[in-house]
């Protein structure tokens, strides 16, 4: 049963990630404002990764029984190997040191936790493009952890397209 609740962390960590990058990209493109439901998912996602980076100047510390404790633990070293995989891109947009990656992380999850996304991101200076894809590959990377391959997947079935529960469905039922 344990393994399976594990399994349930992780796909609602992906999904929910998944569905921040989807409204970053929309922000980004300044098409829309998130929804409800992508205001939530924003945040979410903010308050989960400061709580996942170990080098968030945000993070407060935490008690054992902290609201993300446990998911935060299993998802750290996807977050880092995620990072690693994400250097050339990182490095292409201009952020080279430790400095430069510290300042991208803390204007995200300022970002991320902001009630005005339009606003902050013009004064944040922050790279919505960039974002939505560190956001992206720590999503796809913890379905692959979830599906057993250790390898290189494909991404054309789930990223394609924007988050959508009939695709979640789809991959659920393949994936057995």
Known sequence: MENLVQAA???????K????????NEVGKGSVTPDDAGKEALN???????EVDWTSPARKPVSPCGEFAV????????????LIKFGQELNEAGISNSKELTSFFRNLYIFLQSASFDEKSKSLNLNLKLSSEFLEEISHSLLVQLNGNSGAAS????????FLPKQMSAFAATSH
């Open 9 to 15: 962390e992780l796909l609602e960590t992906s999904s």
């Open 44 to 50: 979410w996602a903010g308050r989960f990764l400061t």
């Open 155 to 162: 991404r054309n079935s789930l990223w394609d397209e924007p």
């Open 17 to 24: 990630l998944r569905l921040a990058a989807y409204w970053i």
């Open 71 to 82: 998911q935060a633990t299993s998802v750290r070293p996807i977050f880092y190997s995620s």
